[in-house]
């Protein structure tokens, strides 16, 4: 199962919205709503921000949201603050494995 | 509070093994899955497979058989990854994490780095 195709890196500005891309195929995104996201700080372990393309878990902040449309899911933060200088991943269930894209490093300019 | 507490980082030399644990707590052990991923150096997130928490059962991603052993002593509600024969390209942290929904991973431990060089 090939990794999902993340951009390496994206910035932005405080205040700023930003978007993440995420792109598989019919065989993960495509074919199931059991899109995640994770965050994850330098030596950090990830944290959980976005489950089944959209929902978010108690605790997570509404300025994170997701989305997806065939075989891309979508990452949105509005409202961009320092602390989210991150890497985040996003992963897909494949019916009967877990793919994971390469990640994306988020810059807060 | 629910938590997963892994086991210190660990330095290997090549051709030997290694077992990582993971031990939960907070919540009742069986009811969720451990699934356990790696992550090299500078490298993004891999699953490598899942371990069923009621029964026993593990399964491996591909690429992550043969050498990679998933048990459990639910006694204890912790989680064991082995791995044998082992590699420098194995060098990498490793995670377990709880799956509250297949494929969905809510609560990560802290991460062990497992470190295989002569």
């Known amino acids: 199962q090939s990794a999902l195709t993340q951009p390496a890196s994206v910035s932005g500005s405080p205040g700023q919205s930003i978007t993440f891309s995420c792109t598989g195929t019919?065989?993960?995104?495509?074919?199931?709503?059991?899109v995640s996201w994770y965050q994850q700080h330098p030596g950090k372990a990830p944290k959980l921000m976005i489950y089944?393309?959209?929902n978010r878990p108690s605790g997570v902040s509404d300025r994170f949201s997701g989305s997806k449309s065939g075989n891309t899911a979508s990452l949105t933060i509005s409202g961009l603050q320092a602390e989210d200088e991150a890497d985040y991943y996003c992963?897909?269930?494949?019916?009967?494995?877990?793919?994971f894209g390469g990640g994306t490093k988020l810059t807060v300019l | 509070q629910v938590q997963l507490v892994q086991s210190e980082s660990e330095l290997k030399k090549p051709g030997a093994s290694v077992k990582i644990s993971c031990k939960a707590s907070?919540?009742?052990?069986?009811?969720?899955?451990i699934n356990w991923m790696r992550q090299a150096p500078g490298q993004g997130l891999e699953w490598m497979g899942w371990?069923?928490?009621?029964?026993?059962?593990?399964a491996y991603a591909q690429g992550f058989t043969g050498r990679f052993v998933f048990s459990l002593d639910s006694a204890v509600s912790t989680a064991y990854l082995e791995i044998n024969s082992l590699k420098a390209d194995d060098t990498a942290v490793y995670y377990c994490?709880?799956?509250?929904?297949?494929?969905?991973?809510?609560?990560w431990g802290q991460g062990t780095m497992a470190t295989v060089s002569s």
């Open positions: 907070g919540y009742i052990f069986r009811n969720y899955a």
């Open positions: 371990i069923n928490t009621r029964n026993g059962n593990p």
């Open positions: 992963s897909s269930y494949t019916g009967s494995s877990t793919v």
């Open positions: 019919s065989r993960d995104i495509g074919g199931y709503n059991r």
């Open positions: 994490a709880r799956d509250i929904l297949t494929a969905v991973f809510d609560i």
């Open positions: 089944d393309v959209s």
